[in-house]
């Protein structure tokens, strides 16, 4: 039996198991079969169950006993379907993983779309099912693709290539890890079972108090989601730090690295927060304990939910700032400018993030805090700024190739400034207390996480394609489609900042009759950017397995993860490889990368 | 240079343009509301102004780094038939342009920061002040799933509605209102951990306060122009923080009239009042 398919048995036998036995130790005559306390234990004997079965028994849970590591990886695509220490595997499957949760929620926002073109009920029931469809699509969203994508997948597959090591310090951790996103995606968009939740992707309290039993998949969904992307950050961080191969310095580390080590720090430091956080509402709502209620503190919970909340949308955007600066000087055959001003950029970003958390409460908050929030508000855009400096820097008297890439590099810096713009009037709390919580804010992050991370993420994907798949794609329908999403992205998003202004709300499938023109058009934008994004899916799909094949080192890249042969070798480098010189140096003059007698020195 | 010179006057037309365009948009609409569409109170034109000033600025930063991205994909490209080779330049530094960039950027944060932000919220507090407030006219203001209910404790109003039985908030122009905000439920006063985060918002005031159960919560601000639901629909009461399935429904019309024609509903409002309790036999907040 393939372990995936063991997995999801065992997780969905052992679900059953202990939630009748929960309801055996409390056999009250009114307990219904599923209660919110059996099904939460429930919930946890099955992710147990299931992370035994895809693997875990005989790899990760018999040595730990003492008993000897059994596990046997299948061959061939099959490998893909189960537990594995390849950290090649592992990214492609967080990529597949998030990839589906894109899916998931998009199709879910599509929906959203539709029941926003009219100003009364059509596709869905009640105005607390659309509430449910809402809160789906944030947080699959954010804590499956957002803050995984390019992290788990491709932190994990490129990571360890581009600092020239053959694997991660441990991959063990990221090798279970990738398995809880689709068991995350799976419980959140299972909530609808338990009667969905009405709170949106923040789960604010007190109302997620009084809602239905869906919360707790929410909850659930969450705490297994970010425990995979804390045990990749712990994995990415301890490898960056101890496995750079030999002349990989700090001042040598790739740009992509570095991004990867400040988003897995900020991981590390905040993700606990809000797993501690969702424990004490599942308590609240367990036990119960009025921590978050009119005889508690209901500020407490926004307090609590947005000092990890904003962190995170840094995690999402700082390493596409650092795709940004890979792929620039390789298309422009360029040196990168300024790279000590971009690095300082990401770490300050990082720095900085932790202090910003209440301009999402303007509207609630003292006015004595008004002001510092607002002011480190708008000097995050400093640091963040530091990358277009050197990307601006870098394509100056370039030789710029402008291939799919290049472009979507390029529109993602066009979409991203927008959405920083747009960030700036939020900061500013009197326009704040008119454009907070309406589709302004909505259009602002969905300019910075679509408009920045997602067009990043799609550059990196045809960037690194050849790496991957040994393939290359369409230049002209990479090109296509690139347009296509940006013409359709822009149209879309660009419109939320009007609506906002003109008074619609959030979380409403019901509203004001004189916003129906602006939202149709809305709407249209909208499916014409899903189909574009199921397009590049189609094309990617297609030059995997049939696009021309590519030479070794297609871009004349210099990092490291090109200087293997591609696509990558079951053994990334057969011999380690020592680097001499710097990746993001280029001209006629530049010396080579690796150590020209690294062969003697191997021996 | 001349690549230098070539952004600088490309940006200077193209930044024009958008700039004229810019201004034009801040100076349509009825009162020029501009971006707001339509702002009927004192705390919406202070909202207002900080985002004119700040749109002029964003504009003419945002097309100056489009300019810049743009100028180099066009100019540097390699262009079609041609081998791609090594740049000719390899410059990783240039000082004054790393400079000008960051001294630039913390300026203009730092300006943006004393104004609009730290100028426009001395006004807003300003407006909050008794002295500015003297005269106001107190609408207690409470929340719950789902429905506004507005009273009158100076005119012994308790809840104000429509002649349909609707609520509804009726507020005399250039008169100072102090709303009184608590997340309460009149009706099931016994329940209040069943109370949730309501945001009281009306559009066309520009501005809205979140409305916390436990907590009482003061906004004060003056409207500025005689308009009603009727005539503009960003006139109304929203609820703008999600309150559960009943959420889109939280809302309840304005009117914002003469002194004169407040008083005249005054009057029928206690008279309707009246009624209602007449037919009822009790006085009582079973409203």
């Known amino acids: ?603 | 240079m001349g690549d230098l010179v070539a952004v600088f006057v490309i940006w200077l037309v193209a930044g024009g343009l958008a700039e004229w365009a810019t201004v034009s948009w801040i100076n349509s609409g009825p009162w020029d509301s501009g971006p707001y569409f339509y702002v009927a109170s004192n705390l919406g034109t202070v909202g207002l102004h900080a985002f004119d000033f700040l749109l002029e600025f964003a504009v003419a930063i945002f097309m100056l780094v489009v300019v810049m991205i743009a100028y180099s994909a066009v100019r540097f490209r390699v262009r079609r038939g041609e081998r791609p080779s090594q740049a000719p330049s390899q410059s990783r530094y240039n000082g004054t342009f790393v400079g000008v960039w960051i001294v630039g950027s913390i300026v203009l944060n730092l300006l943006f920061w004393i104004h609009p932000t730290a100028s426009g919220l001395e006004a807003v507090y300003a407006a909050q002040l008794p002295q500015n407030n003297k005269n106001a006219l107190i609408v207690d203001v409470a929340a719950r799933q789902w429905e506004w209910i507005f009273s009158y404790p100076q005119y012994g109003i308790q809840q104000a509605v429509n002649n349909q039985g609707f609520d509804a908030l009726w507020l005399p122009v250039n008169r100072p209102v102090e709303f009184v905000l608590k997340s309460y439920d009149p009706a099931h006063n016994y329940e209040n951990i069943d109370y949730v985060i309501h945001s009281f918002w009306i559009p066309a005031f520009g501005v809205k306060e979140d409305v916390v159960p436990g907590q009482t919560r003061y906004l004060y601000l003056i409207p500025t122009h005689i308009t009603s639901t009727k005539t503009n629909e960003m006139v109304r009461v929203q609820c703008a923080e999600v309150c559960g399935g009943g959420h889109p429904y939280m809302e309840a019309d304005v009117h914002v009239v003469t002194p004169q024609a407040f008083a005249a509903w005054v009057q029928h409002q206690k008279h309707l009042q009246a009624s209602i309790l007449n037919l009822e036999g009790i006085v009582g907040d079973e409203s």
């Open chain 1, 1 to 603: 039996m393939a372990p995936a398919m063991r997995g999801v048995l065992w997780g969905l036998v052992a679900f059953f198991v202990f939630n009748a036995a929960t309801l055996a130790v409390d056999p009250s005559a009114e307990s219904p079969y599923a209660s919110q306390v059996s099904v939460t234990v429930g919930w946890f004997a099955a992710m147990i169950a299931y992370l035994l079965g895809i693997g875990g028994l005989e790899a990760v849970a018999r040595p730990m006993f003492g008993l000897s590591d059994t596990w046997r990886e299948a061959p061939g695509w099959r490998r893909y379907f189960g537990f594995s220490t390849d950290h090649k595997v592992v990214g492609l499957q967080y990529m597949l993983a998030s990839a589906g949760g894109f899916l998931v929620a998009g199709l879910v926002a599509m929906a959203m779309r539709y029941q926003l073109m009219t100003p009364y009920l059509t596709i869905f029931g009640s105005t607390s099912d659309y509430l449910t469809a809402v809160g789906i699509h944030g947080t699959i969203m954010m804590f499956s693709v957002a803050t995984v994508f390019m992290v788990g997948g491709l932190g994990n597959y490129l990571v360890p290539l581009m600092i020239g090591t053959n694997r991660t310090v441990f991959p063990k951790l990221s090798g279970l890890s990738v398995w809880l996103v689709p068991f995350g995606i799976l419980t959140v968009a299972l909530s609808p079972l338990l009667g969905g939740f009405t709170t949106g992707w923040r789960g604010y309290q007190p109302l997620a108090g009084s809602d239905t039993n869906g919360i707790l998949f929410y909850y659930l969904g969450i705490v297994a989601l970010t425990t995979s992307s804390f045990m990749v950050a712990l994995n990415l961080t301890t490898t960056i730090i101890f496995r750079r191969a030999p002349g990989v310095t700090w001042n040598r580390l790739p740009m992509f690295a570095w991004g990867i080590l400040t988003v897995s720090l900020l991981n590390l430091i905040w993700l606990p927060e809000i797993q501690i956080t969702y424990l004490m509402n599942l308590a609240e709502r367990l036990v119960p304990l009025n921590l978050f209620n009119a005889n508690g503190s209901p500020a407490m919970y926004l307090d609590l939910f947005w000092l990890f909340g904003h962190p995170e949308v840094y995690i999402v955007v700082v390493p596409a700032l650092a795709v940004w600066n890979e792929i620039l000087p390789v298309m422009g055959k360029k040196s990168l400018f300024a790279r000590p001003v971009a690095v300082l950029g990401l770490v300050f970003v990082m720095l900085l993030s932790g202090l910003v958390w209440a301009h999402h409460m303007f509207t609630n908050i003292r006015a004595t805090e008004q002001l510092p929030f607002s002011f480190f508000t708008e000097m995050i855009s400093i640091p963040t700024g530091f990358a277009y400096l050197a990307a601006i820097g870098t394509l100056w008297r370039s030789r710029l190739q402008v291939n799919t890439p290049t472009l979507l590099v390029l529109m993602s810096m066009f979409n991203f400034l927008i959405g920083g713009l747009t960030g700036l009037f939020l900061a500013d709390v009197p326009i704040n207390y008119q454009i907070h919580n309406t589709f302004w804010v909505v259009g602002h992050f969905h300019y910075t996480i679509i408009g920045g991370m997602v067009f990043s993420s799609l550059a990196a994907m045809y960037y690194w394609l050849p790496k991957f798949s040994g393939r290359m794609f369409n230049e002209f329908w990479g090109k296509f489609g690139a347009i296509w999403i940006f013409i359709a992205f822009n149209a879309t998003f660009g419109n939320f900042f009007v609506l906002g202004l003109r008074g619609m709300n959030r979380w409403v499938p019901v509203y004001p009759g004189y916003l129906v023109p602006e939202n149709v058009w809305t709407s249209i934008a909208a499916f014409v950017l899903g189909a574009g994004f199921l397009f590049h899916a189609a094309h990617l799909w297609w030059a995997w397995y049939r696009g021309e094949k590519a030479d070794e080192n297609p871009w004349g890249a210099r990092t490291l993860e090109w200087q293997t042969s591609s696509p990558t070798p079951e053994v990334n480098f057969s011999r380690p490889p020592i680097v001499a010189a710097n990746f993001y140096s280029y001209g006629d003059d530049a010396p080579p990368v690796l150590w020209a007698g690294d062969a003697s020195h191997a021996d």
